[in-house]
Structures are given as C-alpha cells and as structure tokens.
C-alpha cells in the first residue's frame, strides 16, 4: 500500500480539483488551441501517473479496481480529445478489449 492513501485519492480525483479549459470540436483559433494542448496535457499527465501505480503494483483491493477504473476513463477522455481534434488516433490497448 502507498504511505498515505490520501494522496491516492488526490490522484483518483485529479479532474474535481483541476479547472479543466473548454475545448470546441474542430479549435481554430490560437486560444482554443492552447486550451486543447493545456487539457491534453493534464489528462496525458494523469495517465502516466496512473500507469505508473498500476504497473508497480503499489494498489492492492478496492483501490486497485478503482485505479483500472480511472486508468480507463483518462484513457478514453484522451482518445475522444484527439479524435475530436482531427487527429491520427490510434487506439489505445486499453479500449481494445
């Protein structure tokens, strides 16, 4: 188990705490595009945190299903901002189950 699990949860509930920008569909407009970029990069961030508990193992029980969970759900947040972006995706390992 981690030291302090509270900072766990801290992790699990990144997006309550982080005022994420709003991103349009199809951003053409240098303010928009910053915004998707500062957005993608909270989420990407996430993700790497969140692959990196997993992969050590350092979650065991609920916690554990909960980290898959939101592994999942900024996995799949990521593939729907680039696809809404116009981008090349291709898709993660995560979703192809």
Known sequence: MMKNESQFFNLMYFSK???EPKVQ???S???EKVAFKRLYKLKDKLYRKLQLLFFCGAVRGILYIKLKLKLYQTCRELFIL???QG???F???ELNN
Request: overall charge negative; proline content about 6%; charged content about 35%.
């Open 17 to 19: 705490w982080v005022k």
């Open 25 to 27: 569909m199809g951003s």
């Open 29 to 31: 407009t240098v303010e």
């Open 82 to 84: 680039e696809l809404e």
């Open 87 to 89: 981008q090349e995706v």
């Open 91 to 93: 898709i993660p390992k």
